[in-house]
């Protein structure tokens, strides 16, 4: 495996470990509370949401399947067992690895459509999972600001 692949890989796991971490022992009331602001998400609507996205860029636009994915009801969804929440950032790991587990330096260099709502534009394949890793982190420090606000208020 390439190295670089290989440190993309690794980046995500840790991403995606931290999430697993944060939601792992919250109740039901914890998982879909909300600061009273506007756009504002739940941490299960951030583990959900990041889980849909890393399917999309990965599976989609790196590894060119249809994920057949509703961003809107990502932001709609509610549960109250981060158990489920974890097995679905596994179900899509496990495919991302398969996924990325092939790349060549030839492939991270070929360029892939980005989604409509982002213009559409081409970008590299190593842009695109650059971009997944730095909306993992993005979202990581949405939910860390989420619990705390929570446990404050």
């Known amino acids: 495996m390439e190295p670089e692949v290989q440190n993309y890989?690794?980046?995500?796991?840790?991403?995606?470990?931290?999430f697993k971490e944060a939601v792992q022992d919250m109740t039901a009331d914890q998982l879909n509370w909300a600061p009273p602001a506007k756009?504002?998400?739940?941490?299960?609507?951030?583990a959900y949401h990041i889980a849909g996205?890393?399917?999309?860029?990965?599976?989609?636009?790196v590894g060119q399947r249809?994920?057949?994915?509703?961003?809107?009801?990502?932001?709609?969804?509610t549960g109250d067992c981060?158990?489920?929440?974890n097995e679905r950032l596994d179900s899509i790991a496990a495919t991302s690895r398969e996924i990325l587990d092939g790349l060549t330096l030839a492939d991270l260099g070929?360029?892939?459509?980005?989604?409509v709502r982002r213009g559409g534009d081409q970008a590299p394949v190593r842009?695109?999972?650059?971009?997944?890793?730095?909306h993992y982190a993005e979202h990581l420090g949405h939910l860390d600001l989420t619990k705390q606000l929570y446990e404050g208020r």
């Open 39 to 46: 756009d504002v998400n739940s941490p299960y609507i951030l």
């Open 82 to 85: 981060p158990a489920a929440l």
């Open 9 to 18: 890989i690794t980046m995500l796991d840790d991403l995606r470990n931290r």
């Open 53 to 61: 996205s890393e399917a999309m860029w990965i599976h989609q636009i």
């Open 110 to 115: 070929q360029s892939r459509t980005q989604p």
């Open 127 to 134: 842009w695109c999972i650059a971009h997944l890793i730095e």
């Open 66 to 77: 249809d994920v057949s994915r509703d961003r809107d009801a990502e932001f709609q969804a």
